[in-house]
């Protein structure tokens, strides 16, 4: 059985012409490497709690010969190899899962519950394939302490804790990650992909995922009676007379050329059928690439629910509040010419046929923060598709659809993410660390 996986596992990754010490040692680590995925998707953990991740991650940096200091940021670790003078590159893997019941029907699919911090007790998943990241991450580190002889400079491997709330590379940095640790040239991490087949790599020039901002909205009325709306204001009609007028937002002030997106996920209000409450809450994700558009949204939001609040009749002491909360993730831009000297790298390794570039995304990743922290460090993120084959196959054909990232039933072909993805960061370290 493990050889016909192995044998599975070398078609996936595309087995080089000439016999590649990078590919040859990846393709021997991957049984063990998966193992680590099972155990690690069996076991989340959320976001601010992932002891028992970092416990293993730290353990197996160790092992390999890394400096490891734990608890950096708060779950975080890093670990450091120096192999004399020359560039500092910068790794990252996230640890974080998600509050989602997983129906993946998996063997080892995840049966951990848990309570958010916001005291919401859910089930946790890996939802986001964080699992793959963290079981590459070891790839990667043993590739490249047993690939000593090929390489100088030195290697910060980090564990990040929290991405999906947009706060661990934020808190990982304020507890010294550029001062305490040596401060990379090059970073660098890989996301999977559930819109690329399994085993693809995508990279992204200039802007690959977006500001993400969430937005509470409180709108305030005046309750009362249903069967006597005239003596009240009501504020479900004031919330959805909002909620229309903040499509025009992007359809109409916005540049067209410029993405943007003003989202209304939850309006929350009312508690019986004949009563008008006094207000109702409204929640908000909103998305952008450049300040410019992510202020002119911001602001936007606040003018109109004023704006609307005024034209119903609300007084002034019962106007909207609009708090945008501290979970911002900036935009993550990937530099050149790091992210063409990756296309070009990966395009040469793994050939056309598996390396496309890729449109940006919606989507947030808090990876800018590395780069933004110092603009003079060269920063890529790519992505590493994991939709299964036949799935991709049947999606093509409109016999399918594809479950998106965050989703319950989000179960990527782990062995050729984690493979690709092992041998890709080695690989990207090596040519940049080259003697």
């Known amino acids: 059985m493990l050889r016909t996986v192995l044998v599975a596992t070398a078609m996936t990754l595309a087995v080089p012409a000439s016999a590649d010490p990078v590919h ?12 680590f995925y099972r155990d690690f998707h069996s076991n989340p953990e959320l976001s601010l709690h992932e002891v028992r991740s970092a416990g293993i991650l730290a353990a197996e940096a160790r092992k390999a010969g890394f400096e490891v200091t734990e608890k950096v940021g708060g779950t975080g670790v890093v670990a450091v190899m120096k ?13 974080d899962a998600l509050p989602v019941i997983e129906a993946t029907g998996l063997p080892f699919a995840s049966k951990v519950r848990a309570t958010t911090d916001d005291g919401i007790e859910s089930g946790v998943m890996h939802a986001c394939g964080h699992d793959t990241h963290m079981a590459s991450w070891i790839g990667t580190l043993r590739n490249l302490a047993a690939m000593k002889s090929q390489w100088h400079g030195t290697v910060v491997m980090i564990a990040q804790p929290a991405e999906e709330r947009g706060m661990g590379a934020r808190m990982m940095l304020e507890d010294g990650l550029f001062t305490r640790f040596p401060k990379p040239q090059y970073a660098l991490a890989f996301h999977d992909s559930a819109s690329q087949p399994a085993g693809q790599i995508g990279v992204t020039a200039g802007y690959a995922l977006a500001n993400v901002d969430s937005v509470n909205l409180v709108v305030k009325g005046i309750g009362g009676h249903g069967a006597y709306p005239q003596t009240t204001k009501d504020p479900i009609v004031l919330a959805a007379r909002i909620v229309t007028t903040l499509q025009t937002l992007v359809s109409r002030e916005v540049d067209p050329q410029q993405p943007a997106v003003v989202t209304v996920g939850s309006i929350q209000g009312g508690s019986k059928h004949n009563i008008i409450g006094s207000e109702v809450t409204m929640l908000l994700t ?17 003018r109109i629910a004023k704006g609307e609040a ?3 009749g609300v007084p002034e002491d019962r106007m909207p509040v609009v708090t945008i909360q501290n979970e911002f993730t900036p935009a993550t831009y990937n530099t050149q010419p790091l992210s063409g000297r990756l296309l070009s790298l990966f395009t040469g390794r793994f050939g056309r046929e598996r390396v496309i570039e890729t449109p940006s995304v919606m989507g947030g990743e ?34 399918a ?16 993410v984690i493979g690709t993805a092992t041998e890709a960061m080695t690989a990207a370290a090596l040519d940049i660390l080259k003697k």
């Open 366 to 399: 808090d990876f800018s923060r590395y780069w933004l922290a110092d603009k003079s460090i060269q920063s890529t993120i790519f992505w590493v598709g994991g939709v299964p084959q036949d799935k991709w196959d049947a999606a093509k054909a409109g016999k």
């Open 401 to 416: 659809s594809l479950p998106s990232l965050h989703s319950a039933y989000w179960a990527p072909d782990a062995e050729a």
């Open 24 to 35: 040859e040692a990846t393709l021997k680590a991957l049984p063990q490497l998966m193992d």
């Open 83 to 95: 192999n004399g003078a020359g560039p500092v590159v910068l790794i990252r893997a996230d640890m």
């Open 310 to 312: 005024i034209a119903a």
């Open 286 to 302: 909103v998305r952008s690439f450049t300040p410019e558009v992510r202020k002119q949204l911001l602001d936007g939001i606040a």
